[in-house]
Every structure is written in C-alpha cells, then in structure tokens.
C-alpha cells in the first residue's frame, strides 16, 4: 500500500488521550465505619451559593419571560404595575399571592398583641369593679343601718 503524501506536524496533532500531567481527582468512598455526614449541611451550601436565583417566578414574569424578582410583598414588575404577584405551584397547581403567608403572619401577631391588652384592660376594670362592689355595698349597709332601728344590725 502505498503511503500518504502529506503528513500532519506534531505541534498541529490533536490528542484524544487525557494529558498525564493533569491528575484526577480520585473519589474517596465512606467506609461504613465512618460517621455520618450532615446531608441537610450540604443541601444548604449548594441552596446558599444560588442566592441571586428566585425559586420560582411569578405567571406574569413566566409568561413574559422577564427576570423575576424574589421579594416578600411581590416581584419588582408587579409592584410597579400595582398588580397582585401571582405564583402557581408546579405540583398541586395551586395558585396563590406572593407574600400572603407573611402578611397573615404579621395579622397574626397585631391581634395577638390586641387580644394581651384587651385581656390587661378587662383584668383592671374587673379589680375596678372590685373596689366599687365593696365601696357601694359598705356604704349601703350603713345607711340602712343609720335607717332603722340599732336592734337590726344584729340582723344585716
């Protein structure tokens, strides 16, 4: 056979073979001895390096494939266009106002501060009460006994 009459330098080949100066990384399995590592500790490094991701974009800026904006009362586009911030859940197809669960838990908070000085102000007007109660009926019963004749007292 006969041979080709070009020839491809050295410095122009390509090697398919990984370079031997680079090393792997070799993967170290966990013996079985080994204690346990805290999986929930990984889950969050990985979650915390994405923090300028939103988890899930509302419908509007879905649909409009615009950047969402991860707020608690609503992403940037709706607040401007004084819109309710809509999400749906992929699961369930459950769909809900961004920020709703922060704002009931706010209310929760107000009326629980608004029952604790309701039930501060019902404990004072009943020692109120209280005192009148005793002031009134002390002073009703000597005026009764003021009334009558002294051999009654013995009665009251």
Partial sequence: MDTPDFTIPDDERVNDAPSENVPKPKKTRRSRYDPEPDWSAMVRAKVTKSQHRV????????????????????CACCIVLNIPCKVTDRVTG???????????????????????NLKEELTQLQQKNAQLQACLNGSYRANLIDHYEPGLDLIL
């Fill in 55 to 74: 988890g899930q974009a509302c419908d509007r800026c879905k649909l409009k494939k615009m950047k969402c904006t991860p707020d608690h009362r609503g």
């Fill in 94 to 116: 459950e769909t809900w106002v961004r920020g709703e669960a922060g704002q009931m838990r706010d209310l929760i908070e107000k009326l629980k501060k608004q029952n604790d």
